[in-house]
């Protein structure tokens, strides 16, 4: 019989080669700073991610296309963009596929398993966004009645022929749509740029505004003032995945305003308009300034939770690396990655 012998170790990190994880303890946007991490991965895994959101999109937008067709909605072929439940259901099933995109991407470049995605527990974790619910729930209620009613706008008069499929769909998977959009681009994106840099404060403004403004990108229409608008909301989930270490928080916090906004849209309200941004919403300064107040109150009331909470925000736990042969060299203390007491 033949005794295996020990793995080989790369005398650079002290580790056996090709281990997946993290050596130390790090926040989320620097886990995949590992002895696996090569620069072109990065570079891989953005353009990956991005040709899978195009890819995705037109995979599925052709049959709902030919739905449509079939259904006499042929408003396409006279150059205008209609927004039919076919339309609005591809949409939001290709951003949803996001989700294992994203993990397969990871797992096939760092090997690190799917479910080290989630956060730097290596899961979702539901307890956490549970408590989060009792924060932000309240939050998002206010922040969209608040902004419908500064915004002026009241429901019509007649409610759309499509409602109630518009609404099932919503209901059914546009938690999904903002789970996708989380996980692409606070996941794959931001962990991708982050790894570029050593420090964890620069890794962390540089990976948030980047992943910002590429999310920003994402959407039609864009002016000075919604470009702004999608910037500071994409700063704010951000943060609230650097600090609770995971997806949860964020994933919640999308999934609401999205749900809270379509719903009346689909009922009362055109979702052509609301969905291509020809209706002008989140233009005008005072939309951006409500964007900033959400995101910091939003942070204040996780921070709140959080601090209850026995989760973490940084990972992996020291349990999960091997033994080294040789003691890592000492890094210098930084707050950013300092655990919190």
């Not at 055109?270 to 941004?277: E, F, K, Q, V, Y």
């Not at 939309?287 to 209850?308: G, K, N, P, Q, T």
């Amino acid at each position: 019989m033949t005794v295996p012998g020990p793995e080989p170790i790369d005398h650079r990190y002290g580790t056996p080669r090709g281990w997946p994880l993290p050596l130390e303890p790090v926040a989320y946007h620097h886990f995949l700073r590992t002895p696996t991490h090569r620069w072109w991965k990065s570079l891989v895994m953005i353009a990956a991610t991005i040709a899978a959101y195009f890819g995705l999109s037109i995979a599925l937008t052709v049959p709902a296309l030919l739905v449509d067709l079939m259904l006499g909605n042929d408003t396409l072929l006279s150059g205008q963009v209609v927004i039919t439940p076919a339309l609005f259901a591809a949409t939001v099933i290709g951003l949803g596929l996001m989700i294992p995109a994203s993990m397969l991407l990871q797992w096939a470049l760092w090997r690190q398993r799917p479910r080290w995605m989630s956060s730097v527990e290596g899961g979702f974790r539901w307890g956490l966004m549970a408590r989060c619910a009792l924060v932000l729930v309240p939050i998002y209620l206010l922040y969209i009645g608040g902004s419908l009613k500064l915004s002026g706008w009241r429901p019509g008069p007649d409610a759309n022929p499509d409602w109630w499929v518009f609404v099932l769909l919503v209901v059914a998977f546009v938690p999904f749509q903002a789970a996708g959009e989380e996980y692409a681009v606070r996941g794959a994106l931001t962990r991708a740029i982050g790894a570029w840099i050593p420090r964890p404060l620069v890794s962390l403004v540089v990976a948030t505004v980047a992943s910002g403004a590429l999310f920003a990108a994402g959407h039609p229409n864009l002016t000075p003032g919604r470009l702004v608008g999608y910037v500071v909301i994409a700063a704010g989930f951000s943060l609230l995945v650097w600090r609770t270490g995971g997806l949860e928080a964020a994933v919640l916090g999308h999934t609401l305003n999205n749900v809270l906004i379509m719903i009346p849209t689909a009922i009362w309200d055109d979702m052509t308009s609301a969905l291509t941004g020809a209706d002008g919403a989140g233009s005008a300064p005072v939309d951006v300034m409500i964007s900033i107040v959400l995101a910091l109150v939003s942070w204040a009331a996780v921070e709140l939770v959080f601090r209850r909470s026995p989760s973490v925000r940084l990972g992996p736990k020291p349990g999960r690396r091997p033994g080294p042969s040789r003691q890592a060299e000492p890094q210098p203390f930084d707050p950013v990655s300092a655990p919190s007491r």
